[in-house]
């Protein structure tokens, strides 16, 4: 049984995490838990699930702490030194929901995810009777928003008087961005900030295509920068004064720097992914730090194995997402809009962004069977090699070659759709782009 993929369980609620799977796995996670913490995003099927977490959870004996609606990195703050659920698909469209579980702030790690889906395939039965739990609800939304503002003054000047321009997408943001960029003094603009499960506003998923009201807005008004969040509040855009969306990488490289120059530690490490730019490596260790890489959804994982070998980890991030060990060890997405408001605040956008080498980035899809995938990722871990015999191969995850100009690029296979994914960054990226996506499809003709 697969239930997990990278960030939890997520699909369509009458087909896939349908109430008979939440009440599962409310009872498979309530077999550790003495008091879990349940929560949701603004989804309609929410509340049907949630029901069906908390009756899973109590009659696994444990003691459910309802939280309501409230985004993602709220719930994974109130489950600090306890377990936690989140009802919530993310990004998805409104049709799905999902289910996140933490402990202690955490995301689930492989380990729990593999004794959840055992408990649900053997159909675990409810404790005795006498030993079933019971349910309080208590409200942590204003303790964390309170927290993400005062880590935030840790890092700048408060952004008094700043423009700062939030589309909450009619999502969880609504209930926290503007609430603590308010806290810190700046002048919000708040767009589609009522939470509405069916997404009215514009898809849940922040990208280029979806954000135009936000970039419009920005371009038109000036002198202000926006935000955008998906439906649970743990990613983050971020569009310029030109109403263009900043690549993710950028703020990487950005956020990433200023962790490593303010750390007081003698190894300063930032974690991130395979297909993550070369411009946060050069940012990294330009402050004095360096960059370890770790399989995409695996960030917390890259983060105990850094620590593991020695290395104090400052910020751990993949695009869209980050990590702020320093606050907490889950995905914030409001706290990355405080953070970054500050430092905007401090110094300005454009000078946050003049050191980062941006060269032209591309990401292609190319057919794959899954099937293939496997037979086809030998062949380009020999072929690509050959092609560039100059360049620094990491086969680790995926097949990755580096440049001694810092270009790149990786193929790696999609775990979710039959693709191999090429990503690359180069001042010639069509030319590089070009010549990879030939050695791929080259090697899934030969398979195939």
Known sequence: MDLFGTAGIRGDARTRVTPELALAVGRAAGADATELVVGRDGRETGAALVAAVEAGAESAGATVRRVGVVPTPTLAFASRGRRGIQVTASHNPPQDNGLKLFVDGEEYDGEAERRVEE???????????????????????ADYRDAVAAYARQHGPAPDGQTVVVDCGNGMASL????????????????????????????????????????????????????????????????????????????????????????????????????????????????????????LGSLHEGIAAAREAGGDVVFAGEPWKHIHPYFGPWIDGVASAALLST??????????????????????????????????????????????????????????????????????????????????????????????VECVESAVADVS
Request: proline share 7%; aromatic share 6%.
């Open 119 to 141: 408990r649900v395939a053997e159909g675990l039965e409810p404790t005795t009777w006498d030993e079933w739990g019971d349910a309080t609800s208590f409200d942590p939304l």
């Open 176 to 295: 926290a961005t503007p609430q603590v960029l308010r806290a810190l003094g700046a002048h919000v603009v708040a767009l589609n900030a009522n939470v509405d499960g069916h997404f009215p506003g514009r898809p849940s998923k922040p990208t280029p295509e979806t954000l135009g009201d936000l970039m419009a807005f920005v371009a038109d008004h000036g002198n202000c920068i926006g935000i955008a969040h998906d439906g649970d509040a743990d990613r983050i855009v971020v569009v310029d004064g030109d109403g263009e969306v900043v690549h993710e990488d950028t703020v990487l490289a950005i956020v990433a720097e200023h962790y490593v120059r303010i750390a007081d530690v003698s190894d300063p490490v930032v974690v991130t992914t395979p297909n993550a730019s070369g411009r946060i490596d050069e940012r990294v260790d330009a402050a004095g730090g360096r960059v370890e890489r770790v399989k």
């Open 343 to 436: 430092l905007v605040a401090d110094r300005g956008l454009p000078a946050l962004r003049e050191p980062v080498s941006e060269r032209p980035y591309r990401k292609v899809s190319v057919d794959c069977p899954d099937d293939a995938k496997v037979k086809t990722m030998e062949l380009v871990g020999k072929r690509l090699p050959a092609l560039y015999p100059e360049a620094d191969v990491n086969t680790e995850y995926g097949v990755r070659v580096n440049f001694a100009d810092g270009s790149w690029a990786l193929v790696r296979p999609s775990g979710t759709e039959p693709y191999v994914r090429v990503y690359a960054e180069s001042d010639d990226v069509d030319a590089l782009v070009g010549r990879v």
